[in-house]
């Protein structure tokens, strides 16, 4: 299997348990790994048999900036389910970076490994 990668990605947006967390927006760091076949895209050179990085970073910039849930899980859980629905990926590491959420801390977040399969399996 191939990974199209996608590091780095900030998004501003509203999450926390704490009231004063859901007044401000916070940045978000998201790292992705998409498990996906590349040779249709790498045979003919066409977007078309590709999957569309500016579309996915669309898509997890959308969903994170609008469904503004109290915890990273739900968040993680809900772009999970969305790449698998609108994108043609079989594997998923979605890992999200709440930066100064805990003082001290270097790095804090959610990590999830997902395959289509498990979404097939509970709906």
Not at 58 to 81: D, F, K, S
């Amino acid at each position: 299997m191939d990974t199209i990668f996608i590091r780095g990605l900030r998004v501003d947006a509203i999450i926390g348990v704490h009231a004063w967390e859901r007044r401000l927006e916070r940045a978000l760091v998201f790292d992705l790994e998409l498990g996906t076949d590349i040779r249709d895209a790498a045979s003919s050179d066409q977007i078309r048999d590709a999957i569309d990085y500016a579309a996915v970073v669309e898509t997890v910039t959308r969903l994170a900036q609008t469904l503004q849930p109290a915890l990273l899980e739900t968040l993680a859980e809900g772009i999970a389910r969305r790449l698998f629905e609108d994108f043609p990926i079989r594997r998923l590491r979605l890992v999200i970076d709440k930066p100064g959420a805990v003082p001290d801390v270097k790095q804090i977040g959610v990590a999830i490994e997902r395959l289509r399969e498990d979404y097939a399996a509970c709906g």
